[in-house]
Protein backbone atom coordinates (compact mmCIF):
# COMPACT_ATOMS: atom_id res chain seq x y z
CA UNK A 1 0.00 0.00 0.00
CA UNK A 2 1.13 3.65 -1.26
CA UNK A 3 1.34 5.89 1.98
CA UNK A 4 1.23 8.57 -0.58
CA UNK A 5 -0.27 9.86 -3.24
CA UNK A 6 0.57 9.14 -7.24
CA UNK A 7 2.45 12.08 -8.79
CA UNK A 8 1.21 14.03 -11.28
CA UNK A 9 3.31 15.19 -14.13
CA UNK A 10 1.05 17.69 -15.87
CA UNK A 11 2.03 18.72 -20.26
CA UNK A 12 0.63 22.05 -20.72
CA UNK A 13 0.25 22.74 -24.45
CA UNK A 14 -1.35 23.99 -26.89
CA UNK A 15 -2.18 22.57 -30.85
CA UNK A 16 -0.27 25.69 -32.40
CA UNK A 17 3.16 24.54 -30.59
CA UNK A 18 5.83 22.64 -32.20
CA UNK A 19 7.29 22.13 -29.41
CA UNK A 20 4.78 20.79 -27.68
CA UNK A 21 3.77 18.30 -30.48
CA UNK A 22 7.68 16.22 -30.29
CA UNK A 23 7.29 16.31 -26.31
CA UNK A 24 3.97 14.88 -25.52
CA UNK A 25 4.68 11.52 -27.29
CA UNK A 26 7.95 11.35 -25.15
CA UNK A 27 5.98 12.07 -22.04
CA UNK A 28 3.05 9.42 -23.00
CA UNK A 29 5.32 6.93 -23.56
CA UNK A 30 7.49 7.14 -20.48
CA UNK A 31 4.18 7.29 -18.59
CA UNK A 32 3.40 4.02 -20.07
CA UNK A 33 7.35 2.40 -19.40
CA UNK A 34 7.36 3.67 -16.04
CA UNK A 35 3.67 1.97 -15.35
CA UNK A 36 1.81 4.04 -12.73
CA UNK A 37 4.58 5.51 -11.07
CA UNK A 38 2.97 8.79 -11.69
CA UNK A 39 -0.08 10.09 -13.64
CA UNK A 40 0.11 11.74 -16.81
CA UNK A 41 -2.43 14.54 -17.50
CA UNK A 42 -2.51 17.24 -20.47
CA UNK A 43 -3.75 20.31 -19.82
CA UNK A 44 -4.32 22.76 -23.47
CA UNK A 45 -3.85 26.82 -22.57
CA UNK A 46 -6.22 27.14 -25.11
CA UNK A 47 -8.79 25.73 -23.43
CA UNK A 48 -7.94 26.48 -19.96
CA UNK A 49 -6.95 29.98 -19.08
CA UNK A 50 -7.69 29.68 -15.79
CA UNK A 51 -4.93 27.42 -13.96
CA UNK A 52 -1.77 27.75 -16.64
CA UNK A 53 -2.10 31.60 -14.82
CA UNK A 54 -2.81 30.19 -11.79
CA UNK A 55 0.81 27.99 -11.69
CA UNK A 56 2.28 30.66 -13.73
CA UNK A 57 3.21 29.35 -17.22
CA UNK A 58 4.75 31.66 -19.15
CA UNK A 59 6.07 29.32 -22.42
CA UNK A 60 5.12 25.96 -23.61
CA UNK A 61 5.60 22.97 -23.36
CA UNK A 62 5.07 23.20 -19.98
CA UNK A 63 6.15 20.26 -17.70
CA UNK A 64 4.97 20.20 -13.63
CA UNK A 65 5.18 17.78 -11.40
CA UNK A 66 2.56 17.68 -8.40
CA UNK A 67 2.83 15.60 -4.93
CA UNK A 68 0.10 15.92 -2.62
CA UNK A 69 -1.11 19.13 -4.77
CA UNK A 70 2.41 21.66 -4.65
CA UNK A 71 4.24 21.63 -8.07
CA UNK A 72 7.32 19.85 -6.62
CA UNK A 73 9.17 20.32 -9.83
CA UNK A 74 8.75 21.76 -13.46
CA UNK A 75 10.72 22.26 -16.67
CA UNK A 76 9.87 24.37 -20.04
CA UNK A 77 10.74 23.39 -23.09
CA UNK A 78 10.81 19.90 -25.57
CA UNK A 79 13.26 17.93 -23.53
CA UNK A 80 14.75 14.90 -25.70
CA UNK A 81 13.20 11.37 -23.84
CA UNK A 82 16.92 11.01 -21.77
CA UNK A 83 16.40 14.23 -20.45
CA UNK A 84 12.60 13.35 -19.27
CA UNK A 85 13.75 10.00 -18.22
CA UNK A 86 16.72 12.15 -15.60
CA UNK A 87 13.84 14.09 -14.56
CA UNK A 88 11.74 12.12 -13.34
CA UNK A 89 13.80 9.68 -11.74
CA UNK A 90 15.19 12.55 -10.04
CA UNK A 91 11.98 13.87 -8.80
CA UNK A 92 9.68 10.75 -8.33
Known amino acids: ?3 KKTPIVVDFWASWCGPCRVLSPI ?3 LAVEYGGKFILAKMS ?4 Q ?3 QEYRVMSIPA ?3 FKNGKVADEFVGAYPESA ?3 WLDENL
Open 45 to 48: VEEN
Open 84 to 86: VKK
Open 50 to 52: EKP
Open 63 to 65: VKM
Open 1 to 3: EKS
Open 27 to 29: LEK
